[in-house]
């Protein structure tokens, strides 16, 4: 059974304070890692998909790392707007239903 | 990019009424939907696999016949919560994967989720 578990649960930061983000996993096979952002009383919104260990992808400020044991989500001088919960979920063998962790929530204070 | 809607955002009902709630995919078609519910500070917890045209999928665990799912056309999929109670109100999240995209992509489009509160 796939195992997603992401640290720290929750995260305050002042803006301007870079730091990461962590998702560990455990499947068999993995086919793909995804991080999305939860805004309060949103659904999840898609940010990158990783297919590969020593894959990397940015968009802004946020940048999604790739090992064959955990993916990092690295935020540099994070602004208030960043403030969210972070999802990550990992797709594998045979099934296309991602098995998604609880999510980091992320507070930046001005 | 992909689009999904749900409807309505947030309803409140007595205890005992049906609920239904709507997720349309606007610019892709959707052979498969999936509904999650989410409990605060919980990740997202798979009911169902909606599919088009056929019975839906239950996760072990969740009441088919308290969450009637149908899926009638490559657009659209219902979520129906029957004779509601307390503890079935949640916030509920519908999603489906833009198939054009290809099956090596296996994203998620989600749409905005629907708050459930029962009296």
Redesign the interface.
Known sequence: EDQVTQSPEALRLQEGESSSLNCSYTVSGL??L?W?RQDP??????LF?LYSAGEEKEKERLKATLTKKESFLHITAPKPEDSATY?CAV?SGGS???T????T?LIVHP | GAVVSQHPSWVICKSGTSVKIECRSLDFQATTMFWYRQFPKQSLMLMATSNEGSKATYEQGVEKDKFLINHASLTLSTLTVTSAHPEDSSFYICSARDENRGSGANVLTFGAGSRLTVL
């Open positions: 086919r793909g995804f999305y009383g949103k659904g999840p919104e898609f998909t999802l797709w296309y239903i991602p998604f962790g609880r999510g929530s």
